[in-house]
């Protein structure tokens, strides 16, 4: 009974580098999220996905591109990182209704020098 | 944009009860969600409400009243596991979550 999976758990990157965060989910949920966490401000919403081939950019979009080629996967790509991406990822996943909690993953710990 | 409101940091004692306060925008709102995240470790489902009124789930408790744009989650009997932060979030008519920036529940023996 995985849940929602993450890889990796952790992550130091230069400046300029380019990455993939893989999430995985085993619960055949339509939804897909992806946030970034930072000291002292909620979570807040990079992309999203309300199925699998569709995705849209939430509050932070810049910077991230995502893929939501299976159903159960949900992909964040880092095109050229930066040192304002250093965070903590969570990936989450959530069923069609409203009144469904989003289930999160581990995170991933991402540093830029 | 919408705004979420709740306290940075509060601290209370091991056996006592705290009350944890969480103010929101009203337009496009569609539920209010409660989850807990220890330090360093992924936010978990506590509590969900969409009507007014007290929702108990054993020693959590979470109330709604929608006219104020208001919820509160209740912590009863303390016990040093509690110590977390505690994220309140409003769903909106998209089914996407706006979350506070989370209160820093310290549990003193």
């Known amino acids: 009974n995985a849940g929602v999976t993450q890889t990796p758990k952790f992550r130091v990157l230069k400046t300029g580098q380019s990455m993939t965060l893989l999430c995985a989910q085993d619960?055949?949920?339509?939804?897909m999220y992806w946030y970034r966490q930072d000291p002292g401000m909620g979570l807040r919403l990079i992309h999203y996905?309300?199925?699998?081939?569709?995705?849209a950019k939430g509050e932070v979009p810049d910077g991230y591109n995502v893929s939501r080629l299976k159903k159960q996967n949900f992909l964040l790509g880092l095109e050229s990182a930066a040192p304002s991406q250093t965070s903590v990822y969570f990936c989450?996943?959530?069923?069609?209704?409203?009144?469904?909690?989003?289930?999160f993953g581990d995170g991933t710990r991402l540093s830029i020098l | 944009g919408q705004n979420i409101d709740q306290p940075t940091e509060m601290t209370a004692t091991e056996g006592a009860i705290v009350q944890i306060n969480c103010t929101y925008q009203?337009?496009?709102?569609?539920?209010l969600f409660w989850y807990q995240q220890h330090a360093g470790e992924a936010p978990t489902f506590l509590s969900y409400?969409?009507l007014d009124g007290l929702e108990e789930k054993g020693r959590f408790s979470s109330f709604l009243s929608r006219s104020k744009g208001y919820s509160y989650l209740l912590l009863k009997e303390l016990q040093m596991k509690d110590s977390a932060s505690y994220l309140c979030?409003?769903?909106?008519?998209?089914?996407?979550?706006?979350w506070g920036a989370g209160t820093k529940l310290i549990i003193k023996p």
């Open positions: 009203t337009s496009g709102f569609n539920g």
């Open positions: 409400n969409v």
């Open positions: 996905s309300v199925g699998e081939g569709t995705t």
């Open positions: 979030a409003e769903e909106d008519s998209n089914y996407q979550l706006i």
């Open positions: 989450a996943s959530k069923e069609l209704d409203s009144n469904q909690p989003q289930h």
């Open positions: 619960m055949n949920h339509e939804y």
